[in-house]
């Protein structure tokens, strides 16, 4: 058998005629920049986050740069963020000539550790990204607390979260403002890049609006220097087809991952943990061992595809020397980076593909003798 990461083409497959035709309908309308589809996304992805207004944008990176733009945040200031995360979230805040200051994460849910928060809060910071990594919303509420205390702004960093809960509230309405990627592979993906901020800030929002767009509301009335950061008329057209399928797809996730967590339980592997203040929607499945490499590679020889998120931890990318951390800095970071490994995941896997995957991981397992990671002890409320 072999088991794909993600396979976009069955998802295309089930909606293919709506979607067909909401492209035949662009191309029928030719508004292909800032289009009719566009302002239609904006409005029902800002209500399926339940937050006042999204502002769609060419990408998940480009959303997150927009905000630290739009709130004026640059040189001289500092943004905190996690050293376990995708590269983006920390590029944004260099993007705007802001210092990131980096902090570790939580074993168990491998999200922002809040005890970690305050002692890196300087009079120089501005603003908290939280990312809600693998589809599970970061412990906002004591996040939101010391943000409230210090002034500072708190962004979401909503890329791999479309839909999950927090305490009964969705990703996207948490913060002060919240940045989302359509980038395929995601929960909610286009055909291409694209991405939306959400905020119930509706100044925000308009800064945000003239930023993407050359700094116009009205043509050739520049009234700031902007950018160009649109959402693409024919991607906004697939994600409206798309939107009114997402919960199903979360929920099929959510299944997907309840079938692994039964599966697994026993094998000498660690499973995800779900705070019971969260409701994950499981953009990744990721599971820990201490022969992670050895794991994958046999995985492959099985035919089945994992991946890693991510094999190596932001403050030892080359790319960001200048910060001067160095290894120990982020010891949960960088423990995890050697022992993720991201099983396939995606809403049409099959009940029969995940019992595969497990059975390949325990003929692994039994093969290596393989040890159980050491377990720690939840944290939080
Ligand atoms: C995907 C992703 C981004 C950036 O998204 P792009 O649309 O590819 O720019 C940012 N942060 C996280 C955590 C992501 O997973």
Redesign the pocket.
Known sequence: MEVPFVDLRAQYASIKEDVDEAIANVLARVDFVLGEAVAAFESAFAEYCGAKTAVGVD???SA?ELILRAYGIGPGDEVITVAN??V??VLAITAVGARPILVDVDPDTCNMDVQQLERVISTATRAIIP?H?YGQPAHMDPILEIARYYDLRVIE?A??AHGAFYKGKRAGSLGDAAAF???PA?NLGAYG?G?AVVTNDLDLADRIRLLRNVGQRVKYRHEIKGFNHRLDTLQAAVLCVKLPQLDAWNAARRRIAEQYNQLLAGLPVITPLEPDWATSVYHLYVIRTNQRDEMQRYLREWGIATGLHYPTPVHLQPAFADLGYKPGDFPVSERLSSEILSLPMYPELLPEAVEYVVEAIGAFATDVQLSHPAVTTVTGD
Do not use: H
């Open positions: 990408s998940g990176y997150l995360t995708f983006a979230t990312v990594l960093d890329c791999q990627s359509f980038y995601k890049d991405g």
